[in-house]
């Protein structure tokens, strides 16, 4: 009862705007005190009603509390524990609903993961709002001369119009898990489409894996048909030399040989010139049978040696190309596993989801008939709700294409070059091997560099002077010339191609999109996903004097106009058209939210996850930390600590004096006091709010990603993991490992750590979805200056020398360290 009729309670009194707001019942003056100031909008979006039901579902169900009958007017108390959690959900999107009822559901599907709430009590949650309208249509048809009361009516009606909303969220939210869908199987496409730079004869060729192994095809059948040849050289050779071995031996030439002398040749006398001459064609008629056979072998023995030679020459290329396909199929294959697992887990993740929006979707359409049969008082309401409780409904719109999932091209692992199967196969299998056995193979190791070099094809650009990532690619930029090269996830920003980057003053990054400014000529360029910043050809740079972004969006600010310009994925900060940027002196980003605020007169604006904090003062704000739905903002002069969105209900009552940093995950807080040692975590236990356990003493510095933080005592040494232990990754367990010597802790975007001992070049690795730990295992990163990441690969670069290393889903031929052909003498963090 308490589900069916809070939601008539909440509309009735919001549409009472002169009935005092301590006049409601208990179980509302919470919830009613949170949402009067927004009363204009005059009904709470469906979809709060509707989670508002999924939370006392939840609740209930969990036993958190019980709710009862409570005065003469049939209103209802519950518990605090329910109380609390039900107008967290109203009052989330009483305030969503002014952003926009679609994207409401984008921040429902985020930030009701943080609760108890369980898809299958949602889902009860919205069964238990059907039920209540088929109680109302049940009343009506067995009541004669049945008046629904106006309060019902009215919230009838804004169902229908809501529930019709409800559907389109539901829309949504399957189109975002549909593009994460294509873009999961795009990368895996993508391990095999990463080019390799060639040297062939001279002349560079971009090969994919597909193209290498057709090169490696056409050297094998160039090998294999010299080798043919030369064993028919052989042949001849040996034919050849032995008509003249048994011709030398016959017995005409071998018991009659000259028995004159030549020595005489240089003689002047007449006796001894006859003596010559007669000698002379005495030898001539005795050779001149053995000399053609003589001749033959000769020739035939120097057509061998030259071809054994071209074909020696040729096994080498074909060895070359054989280890560099074999090094890139096996990367490829390595990557394709790792990304066909990331795409499975997104698809158990994503059917439950499915499963849910479809039912939702059954149930809003369902609640739309029975309420056209409430409303309509025609006289065929029984036919009318027979055809409600029959109705076949259509749900196949809401069903994710979850594809072919693209296969390996070749054998994974495949038998490495020079190996027995190997050159069982390509050599000693062969018609020809007998008469012309291949040259000793030369292992992959001692292939001379240059030769089919395994290194990207742009990867020849001059000194690089900055670079950048998303959490699917890199950009390597010289702001000198201009010039640029992106690599990784080509929907993610790693594809720059033909892009002239001169004039270049700044380049900033979404978690899927880069943007590269030029403040002088106030002209901008983005590239990546077009729904998350990627799109920014409307967007007017001129006077941008600074620019910040979140996961999903870019805001840049004109300070001096007070104007900001906003573009990307909607709820998550896309749109600030109804933001007022006059005097902001700075915004800052992070997860979903987007905040601007005056450092001098405290006035704050946010938008994204949360669509208001001008109740919030930010005077002498230092630095700010964002999680999803919340921030919050440090005054390290002060000692104080300002929390907004959801962080506030959650660090209210919590004393911050002392606190020097602050840092987040997407749903959990760390304020720390490095000068005593102390730290306080909140927000949600399982992803990094909860520290109690933890030593803090000795800290230096606090890492952090979507689902874990990482806490590094430089001074000793040691290493601190919590939050994430549910998921594969499995981040914030690091009990087991020995971080004795670490000097640096590196995060990427959005997932994966790598812990640095620049001392030893020694490092440990969590990397991807699936937490890639041996990728930086036995690798020498010694001399690492700087580490870039993105959210399954990071790259390590020694700016002394220009070495760099990348390590990760798609391996190192992306940017070999061994031929990288890319200065990085002069880059910058």
């Not at 001098?600 to 996850?609: L, P």
């Not at 020694?798 to 190192?812: A, H, I, K």
Request: aromatic share 8%.
């Amino acid at each position: 009862l308490a589900q069916a009729y809070f939601p008539v309670l909440i509309e009735s009194t919001l549409r009472q705007h002169h009935r005092p707001t301590q006049s409601a019942p208990s179980l509302c003056s919470q919830v009613v005190g949170a949402v009067m100031p927004a009363r204009s909008a005059r009904h709470i979006s469906a979809v709060a009603y509707l989670w508002v039901f999924s939370a006392l579902g939840a609740a209930s169900a969990a036993g958190v509390g019980q709710c009862g009958r409570s005065g003469s007017r049939g209103l209802f108390a519950c518990s605090e524990t329910t109380r609390r959690f039900a107008s967290d959900h109203v009052l989330l999107y009483t305030k969503a609903k002014r952003v926009r009822a679609v994207d409401a559901a984008g921040i429902l599907k985020n930030h009701i993961s943080t609760t108890t709430a369980t898809e299958d009590s949602r889902a009860k949650g919205i069964a238990a709002m059907e039920a209540f309208v088929m109680e109302q249509v049940a009343s009506s048809l067995s009541t004669a001369n049945y008046s629904m009361p106006g309060g019902i009516l009215e919230a009838l009606k804004a169902f229908k119009d809501h529930a019709k909303e409800l559907q389109d969220s539901m829309r949504e939210l399957h189109r975002l898990d549909q593009q994460e869908t294509d873009r999961a199987l795009e990368m895996i496409k993508s391990c095999a489409d990463e080019g390799v730079a060639v040297s062939n004869g001279g002349d560079m060729k971009v090969l994919g894996l597909d193209a290498l192994s057709s090169l490696v095809q056409g050297h094998r059948s160039e090998h294999e048909v010299c080798r043919s040849s030369q064993a028919a050289l052989f042949s001849s050779w040996q034919g050849k030399c032995q008509t003249y071995n048994v011709t030398r031996r016959a017995e005409s030439f071998a018991t009659a040989p000259p028995r004159c002398s030549s020595s005489q040749v240089a003689d002047a006398s007449q006796g001894a010139l006859e003596a010559f001459h007669a000698c002379l064609r005495t030898t001539h008629e005795w050779a001149v049978g053995l000399w053609a056979p003589y001749q033959a072998c000769l020739t035939a023995r120097e057509e061998h040696h030259n071809k054994k030679q071209q074909c020696d020459s040729l096994q080498g290329q074909f060895e070359s190309s054989a280890c560099h396909l074999a090094t890139k199929q096996d990367e490829v294959c390595g990557c394709h596993e790792h990304a066909v697992n990331h795409f499975e887990a997104l698809r158990t993740n994503f059917s439950v989801g499915e499963t849910v929006r479809q039912h939702i979707h059954e149930s809003a359409v369902r609640m739309e008939c029975y309420i056209d049969a409430l409303v309509s008082n025609g006289i065929g309401k029984n036919t009318d709700m027979h055809r409600c409780k029959e109705l076949s409904i259509d749900t196949s719109h809401l069903e994710i294409a979850y594809g072919l999932v693209p296969v390996v091209s070749g054998t994974c692992p495949s038998a490495p070059p020079c190996s027995e199967n190997w050159l069982s196969d390509e050599y000693s299998s062969g018609a020809w091997h007998d008469k012309a056995p291949a040259a000793t193979c030369a292992p992959c190791e001692t292939i001379a560099a240059g030769t089919l070099a395994p290194t990207e094809a742009p990867l020849s650009a001059p000194a690089v002077t900055d670079v950048y990532s998303t959490s699917g690619a890199f950009m390597a930029l010289n702001k000198n010339t201009g010039q640029a090269l992106c690599w990784g996830y080509k929907g993610g920003g790693g594809d720059c191609s033909g892009m002239d980057f001169t004039g270049t003053t700044d380049v900033y990054s979404t978690n899927y999109a880069f943007l590269a400014l030029n403040k002088n000529a106030g002209k901008g360029r983005c590239w990546g996903d077009a729904e998350r910043g990627g799109a920014c050809s409307s967007i007017d740079f001129s006077g941008v004097t600074s620019v910040s972004s979140n996961i999903y969006a870019f805001v840049a600010l004109s300070k001096n106009a007070g104007k900001g310009q906003c573009w990307g994925q909607t709820y998550g900060g896309g749109d600030c058209s109804s933001v007022d940027f006059s005097g902001m002196t700075n915004v800052s980003g992070g997860q979903n939210v987007l905040v601007a605020w005056n450092s001098n007169t405290g006035r704050a604006q946010c938008w994204g996850a949360i669509h208001s904090c001008s109740r919030v003062s930010l005077i002498g704000i230092t630095d700010i930390a964002i999680a999803q739905g919340g921030f919050m903002a440090l005054n390290k002069n002060a000692g104080k600590l300002v929390c907004a969105g959801n962080a506030w209900r959650h660090c209210s009552g919590m004393d911050f004096t002392g606190i020097t940093d602050v840092y987040s995950t997407g749903q959990a807080f760390v304020a720390l006091n490095k000068n005593t040692g102390k730290a306080q975590c909140w927000g949600t236990s399982a992803l990094g709010g909860s520290c109690s356990s933890l030593d803090f003493s000795d800290v230096t510095d606090v890492s952090s990603i979507t689902t874990d933080f990482i806490a590094l005592s430089a001074n000793v040494g040691k290493l601190q993991c919590w939050g994430d232990l549910q998921t594969k990754n499995k981040y914030g367990d690091c009990s087991d490992v020995d971080f004795a010597g670490v000097t640096d802790v590196y995060a990427g975007k959005r997932s994966g750590f790598m812990a640095l001992n620049k001392n030893t070049g020694e490092a440990r690795c969590w990397l991807g979805y699936y937490n890639l730990q041996s990728a930086c295992d036995g690798r020498d990163f010694a001399g690492v200056t700087d580490v870039y990441g993105t959210s399954d690969e990071f790259m390590a670069l020694d700016r002394n020398t220009g070495r760099f290393w990348c390590v990760g889903l798609r391996g190192t031929s992306i940017c070999s360290g061994e031929n990288p052909g890319f200065v990085f003498s002069q880059v910058v963090a």
